[in-house]
Each structure stands twice: as structure tokens, then as C-alpha cells.
Nanobody
Framework: QAQLVESGGGSVQTGDSLRLSCAASGRTFTNPIMAWFRQPPQKKREFVAAFKWSSSRSYYADSVKGRFTISHNDAKAINLQMNSLKPEDTALYYC???????????????????WGQGNQVTVSS
């Protein structure tokens, strides 16, 4: 079992920045991938960004490219720096973790096993 604890988030104005952090504990993975997803009000959960340790590669949704940056502190912690925030970024943000498997991509939330508690990000115009 693994546990994910998120921190950060809050309410800001358009153009402001926020930083989310996620720390994992418990089970150790040989090929982990950690990701951020978000769920806007009354919408489906969507992929935001992911980091794969084996290749040190980052992945981003088109909607956040150039504005959001995913980084890692160590083998069990990631951050999401969110700049130039827009009202459409308003959502509940979740951290997720799984063992990377061949033939799977980073953006399918159904593939992820462990989830954080979710942090609200609200951007007002």
C-alpha cells in the first residue's frame, strides 16, 4: 500500500501562481510514475501532468503546457508549479501514483492505483 499526501492549493486571481506538492509513503515501486489530475466542477477527471522516474520524462496536457511545471524532490515526491492561472484551471487537483506498465500512457486516470485526498484550486477573474 502507498499513501499520498497533498499540500498547497487555494484561491487566487487570474494570472497568479500556485504550487501543489505531493509526498508518497509506504510501498516502493521499481518503475513509478506520479501524476496530477484535476476535476473541474461537474466535469470528468482530466490529466494535467506526469513524471516518470525511469526516463526522467515529464508529460503535460496541452491546456497547461508552458504554464505548469512538474518537478520531483526525490523518488516519492512531486510538485506542480502553476503559473499564469486562468479561471478554467479551477478544479479539485489530485495526485496519483502507479507502477508504470508497458503499453500504457501517463494520462489515463483509470490506470492509477493510489490517489491523494485532493486539493481545491480556485481562480477568479
Amino acid at each position: 500500500q502507498a499513501q499520498l499526501v497533498e499540500s498547497g492549493g487555494g484561491s487566487v486571481q487570474t494570472g497568479d501562481s500556485l504550487r501543489l506538492s505531493c509526498a508518497a509513503s509506504g510501498r516502493t515501486f521499481t518503475n513509478p510514475i506520479m501524476a496530477w489530475f484535476r476535476q473541474p466542477p461537474q466535469k470528468k477527471r482530466e490529466f494535467v501532468a506526469a513524471f516518470k522516474w525511469s526516463s526522467s520524462r515529464s508529460y503535460y496536457a496541452d491546456s497547461v503546457k508552458g504554464r505548469f511545471t512538474i518537478s520531483h524532490n526525490d523518488a516519492k515526491a512531486i510538485n506542480l508549479q502553476m503559473n499564469s492561472l486562468k479561471p478554467e484551471d479551477t478544479a479539485l487537483y489530485y495526485c496519483a501514483l502507479r507502477q508504470m506498465a508497458a503499453g500504457t500512457g501517463p494520462g489515463d486516470y483509470l490506470e492509477y492505483t493510489y490517489w491523494g485526498q485532493g486539493n481545491q484550486v480556485t481562480v477568479s477573474s
